[in-house]
């Protein structure tokens, strides 16, 4: 069931359990209650419905949870043994180590891998 259905749903239970009385007969406070979500109801259906996502570029508030470039549950690849040994090599000469710029391409390199 999507959520305009549920919603739809709940607006006609609310219609037949709200009593209109037709004699002046003081309404409950039930009543009154169910108008205020009977409006707010009508409201959010009223609404037009969302945006199909289209792969990313739907531009609903920069980020569509139904894309699956934005997915949160995406597995992440990260690196080898070798490769971190491979690129410590890299940033070590006569006995200096750059952190910072081995850092920067451990990050580049998880980026690369997982995008």
Same mark, same amino acid.
């Given at each position: ?11 006609d239970a ?8 037709m004699?002046g007969? %003081?309404? @409950?406070y039930?009543?009154?209650?169910n108008?205020d979500?009977?409006? *707010?109801?009508?409201?959010?259906l +009223? ?6 996502c289209?792969?990313?570029q739907?531009g ?6 139904q894309c %699956?470039? @934005?997915?949160l549950n995406?597995k992440?690849?990260g690196?080898t043994? *070798?490769?971190?040994e491979?690129? +410590?090599?890299?940033h070590?000469t006569?006995c200096y180590?750059?952190t910072l710029?081995y ?5 580049a390199q ?6």
């Open positions: 069931m999507t959520d305009r259905e549920l919603l739809q749903q709940a607006l609310l219609y037949e359990n709200t009593s209109y009385s004699h007969d %003081p309404r @409950t039930q009543d009154q209650r108008d979500t009977i409006k *707010e109801l009508q409201a959010k +009223a609404q037009p419905e969302p945006a199909e289209d792969g990313g739907c609903i508030g920069g980020y569509c949870k %699956p470039k @934005t997915q995406k992440w690849i690196l043994d *070798e490769e971190y491979a690129m +410590a090599e890299d070590v006569d180590f750059d710029t850092a920067k391409a451990i990050e998880l980026k690369e891998k997982n995008t």
